[in-house]
């Protein structure tokens, strides 16, 4: 494997920790102390971590050096959209069909998205 795609790995990595101690944190937030629905509890807290993740991701994993930070903003948006959908839909998969606690399907559907995010951000939004 290139050692640049390895480093892109590992920023990733990192900025994804961050990004799901965010996410689980806001989810947390909403969730459990507010009690907002635990759908729209993980869509909020998704969205917040997500916008950080993209400053991190453009300045520190890909580099990017494009003018167009608002377009790179609303593509990295609509790729973590997608990966909201399929975040949601294993946390619905794994709660509400395989009866799993809540935040252990919450790990699982973080893992599950952030491939999708990675690969789409490396062909897609940064390439």
């Not at 900025?15 to 759908?39: P, Q, S």
């Not at 395989?98 to 940064?126: D, E, M, P, Q, R």
């Amino acid at each position: 494997m290139d050692g640049n795609l390895i480093g892109k790995v590992l920023r990733f990595s990192v900025t994804g920790l961050l990004g799901a101690a965010i996410d689980f944190g806001v989810t947390y937030l909403f969730k459990e102390i507010l009690k907002v629905n635990k759908f729209v509890s993980n869509a909020i807290g998704f969205t917040l971590a997500a916008t950080l993740c993209f400053f991190l991701n453009k300045y520190w994993t890909y580099e990017s050096q494009s003018p167009l930070a608002w377009s790179e903003y609303f593509t990295f948006i609509a790729v973590s959209l997608v990966g909201l959908g399929i975040n949601t839909l294993v946390l619905y998969l794994l709660t509400e069909k395989l009866g799993w606690h809540f935040y252990l399907s919450k790990c699982f559907a973080i893992g599950v998205a952030a491939v999708w995010n990675f690969l789409a951000n490396l062909l897609i939004t940064f390439a």
